[in-house]
């Protein structure tokens, strides 16, 4: 009987040893690890370039409305538009910058507006975790009035 005992208490020694056990703990949360600091980095990207991008448009359809002709409002627009992207450091891997100027067709001295709508395209491709998009789009619209002074000339 006495020789069950020490086999019996050497496979419980056996069984509650701990070799190992750090590196397979690694081996399963590392790569979990890795995925949670990528998807705060992702959201930290999109959360800045969201809050950069607004008030984007407002810029733009401010100077667009100074402008004396479509054209012209138009022109300063996408080049304010740009500007203010690339002032604030926004990487966009595609920017749109669309301005509806219809209200200068209106006669002076009837209320008008222009209205301008910047769309920034994020690259997130740089993060690289398989599954999640390769870019998000973002958009900001604005509208400015016209001045009811303004010549036409």
Known sequence: MRRGLPRRSALMRWWRDDRGSDS???????????LVIAMLVIGA??????SSISGVAGI?????SLARSSAAAQ???????????ASRHMHCADIQVAVDVSGFLSAPGTAAAVTVNV??????????VPGLPGSRTLRDSA???LDPARDVS
């Open 24 to 34: 397979v703990e690694l081996a399963i949360l590392l790569p979990v690890a890795v």
């Open 143 to 145: 509208t400015s009035p």
């Open 75 to 85: 022109q300063v627009a996408t080049a304010s538009a740009t500007d203010a992207l």
């Open 119 to 128: 769309t920034c395209t994020v690259d997130l491709s740089d993060v690289g």
């Open 45 to 50: 990207r999109i959360a800045l370039v969201g």
């Open 60 to 64: 733009a359809a401010r100077d667009a």
